[in-house]
């Protein structure tokens, strides 16, 4: 940014003439507000925020260092738990041949649409065009029953950090539906299926805390439909979130028990201890970098971005405030001072020095960027041994002697964190409604809400409410059974078809 002017989003097909609200006194502010124009707001919000740059190729998006900073820190914690269970990394190759590709007919019919080829090389077309992959499994497999060949050869427990590739055609948003995204893929095979059933849910654990307690986003534990689980898997688990603003769930992230299927069609058989021949049992489990645009949708305001703490790579960054006639080298230094006592207490902190922008500009760049906490050091602070803390979830203000720095610090951060999950549980929540019948569940839906329902069950009632659901908003579907089931009474019917209801299950229109 020079001379004080903000960065305007480079969005293709941004509304045109459409004129900025800004604050007059920093050039800084959005177009669009979260409650009149989400979609708009949205991809406003990533760009000014330095989250993403568009790319010349659609559904393709630069993530800048803002963004991969949060993903740094989720990978940070995710990679330590996997490991104590044993889990080790490993890289397999980006290009799949079509005949391993195709091995599995179900899993692939699942991702066919999406699969992009690579067919020329130069300007010599390809003899055999190469797939890129769109998830691993049809790739990792055949190295995994050239490497299983006895019971101590179990379990086996990789996971790979990569790209994949999946050329989506409808709504590319950053994060959220785009056609290359980083994620991690977890690909482990048992002697029995009680150890894969327990690593699903251990791993389905890990997802549901990088929610609730680094996003500060609460999920939704639960089983996916027969129609909704992983094309060729034996059963599916998720977290779902839910974004208030457009009254859609969101898939957060999922741990699948692939049973036996993939061991079949690929032949990873293995001598157990009874020297008999017997197949292996396999999971899959992945979360992406969607996390991050969950986390934007859910905090987000009219300002820009809200980081929580935990995943912020700046937590706090410090302002000078010097006025006319000040000291200001001693505003300065006292800034740097700051600085250095909480990076050292291990608390992330930047301060921002330049002088070429005023400090009503720093506060409002600062808010877009989401940082949680701002330190205004200004002349009475010097002279009070003092600093101005500022919440960015609040607003909230407090002086803070210099003292009581780091303990204060710490301690409005981790109120920033609980504060930001706690609204986020009340807004979802209030829009949770229990329905009994289908003129209910059709007024809720119209409502924007998360419907919980009894249900039958029954894959073709699930495809009737979709077909019944279908309009410009999208089908509904069912989102996830919960794990924690409310009471099912004897004789509660479905609401769908008027059989009796076998479950709980949360429906929605969803991303």
């Known amino acids: 940014m020079a001379g004080g002017e903000a960065k305007k989003p480079n969005k293709p097909n941004s509304s045109a003439g459409k004129k900025k609200e800004v604050k007059k006194e920093t050039g800084l502010g959005l177009s669009n507000k979260k409650d009149e124009n989400f979609g708009e707001w949205y991809s406003e919000v990533v760009v000014s ?12 998006y630069i993530l800048r260092p803002w963004a991969m900073g949060i993903w740094d820190i989720m ?50 077309d390809l003899e055999v065009p190469i797939a890129i992959r769109p998830t691993s499994e049809t790739a990792m497999y055949p190295y995994f029953s050239k490497w299983i060949r006895g019971h101590r050869d179990l379990p086996l427990k990789l996971n790979q950090w990569c790209n994949v590739v999946r050329w989506e055609f409808s709504n590319p948003t950053p994060f959220i539906r785009s056609r290359e995204f980083l994620w991690q893929e977890g690909h482990t095979a ?64 999922t741990s699948h028990c692939l049973g036996q299927n993939f061991a079949k069609m690929f032949e990873i058989f293995f001598e157990n201890e009874k020297r008999e021949k017997a197949m292996v049992w ?61 990076c050292e207490a291990g608390i992330r902190t930047e301060t921002d020095l330049r002088d070429n922008y005023s400090p009503g500009w720093k506060y409002s760049h600062w808010e877009m960027k989401g940082v949680p906490l701002r330190i205004e050091i200004g002349p009475k602070d ?23 720095l780091v303990e204060q610090v710490k301690e409005m951060l981790a109120s920033i964190q609980q504060s930001l999950f706690d609204a986020a549980k009340q807004k979802r929540d209030a829009c949770i409604q229990v329905v009994k019948t289908w003129d209910e569940f059709v007024e809720a839906l119209g409502q924007k809400k998360m419907v919980l329902a009894p249900w039958c069950d029954e894959e073709e009632v699930e495809k009737e409410v979709k077909a019944r659901t279908k309009g410009e908003m999208g089908a509904c579907k069912t989102l996830c059974s919960p794990f924690e089931q409310p009471e099912l009474p004897e004789g509660t019917i479905c609401f769908a078809s008027g059989k009796p209801a076998k479950r709980w299950s949360y429906w929605g229109r969803s991303y």
């Open 282 to 342: 396999q999971n899959s489990w992945a979360y992406t970098t969607r996390t991050i645009g969950v986390m934007v949708m859910v905090h987000g305001d009219d300002k820009g971005l809200v980081l929580p703490p935990k995943v912020a790579s700046v937590q706090v960054i410090i302002i000078p405030v010097p006025y006319k006639d000040a000291d200001t080298q001693g505003i300065f230094d006292a800034c740097t001072a700051t600085v250095n006592t909480l």
């Open 190 to 253: 048992f002697a029995t299926k009680e150890e894969a059933d327990a690593e699903v849910l251990e791993i389905l654990e890990l997802y549901s805390r990088i929610y609730e307690e680094y996003l500060a986003v609460p999920v939704i534990k639960g089983k996916k439909s027969e129609l909704e689980k992983f094309a060729g898997g034996l059963y599916t688990t998720t977290v779902e979130a839910f974004v208030p603003n457009t009254g859609r769930g969101i898939q957060g992230a």
């Open 382 to 404: 010097l002279a009070n041994n003092q600093v101005r803390a500022v919440r960015r979830d609040s607003s909230a203000k407090k002086d803070i002697p210099r003292a009581d």
């Open 75 to 124: 990978q940070e914690f995710f990679d330590a738990e996997i490991k104590k269970m044993k889990i080790r990394n490993c890289y397999f190759p980006l290009f799949v041949s079509p005949g391993v590709l195709q091995r599995e007919k179900d899993h692939v019919e699942g991702f066919a649409p999406e699969v992009a080829w690579v067919t020329k090389s130069g300007d010599s």
């Open 49 to 60: 925020g330095e989250m993403i740059e568009y790319y010349d190729i659609s559904g393709c």
